[in-house]
């Protein structure tokens, strides 16, 4: 299996900035896409960004020019940079994984428990 482990989250000022970071470890045995999805209180979950292997980006519009996505393959880690925080960017973010494990070679989704991010006025 592959676990995802986060960091940060936490309160913020609006216009501020913070970071999230994830750590994938298990037994795996190559990661395909890493990201992050939130979701707010009454909303659907949504994709914030998302980075494949190769280092390709995907963001959604809401966040784009504020986010920055980026991942340490070595690492097997993700992080998001989040500058120019709104309110409406508080959520629950989820770390997020898309890769095969020695134990299935199957590739899977995977997905960290959530970090709550609040952005005050």
């Known amino acids: 299996q592959v676990q995802l482990v986060e960091s940060g989250g936490g309160f913020v000022q609006a216009g501020g900035s913070t970071g999230l970071s994830c750590a994938a470890s298990?037994?795996?045995?190559?990661?395909?896409?890493m990201g992050w999805y939130r979701q707010a209180p009454g909303k659907q979950r949504e994709l914030v960004a998302t980075?494949?292997?190769?280092?390709?980006?995907n963001y959604a519009v809401s966040v784009r020019g504020r986010f920055t996505i980026s991942r340490d393959n070595a690492k097997n880690t993700v992080s998001l940079q989040m500058n120019s925080l709104k309110p409406e960017d508080t959520a629950v973010y989820y770390c997020?994984?898309?890769?095969?494990?020695?134990?299935?070679?199957?590739?899977?989704?995977?997905w960290g428990q959530g970090t709550q991010v609040i952005v005050s006025s």
């Open positions: 997020y994984a898309k890769a095969i494990s020695l134990a299935t070679l199957v590739n899977r989704d995977y």
């Open positions: 298990g037994s795996i045995l190559s990661i395909k896409d």
């Open positions: 980075i494949t292997e190769g280092g390709s980006t």
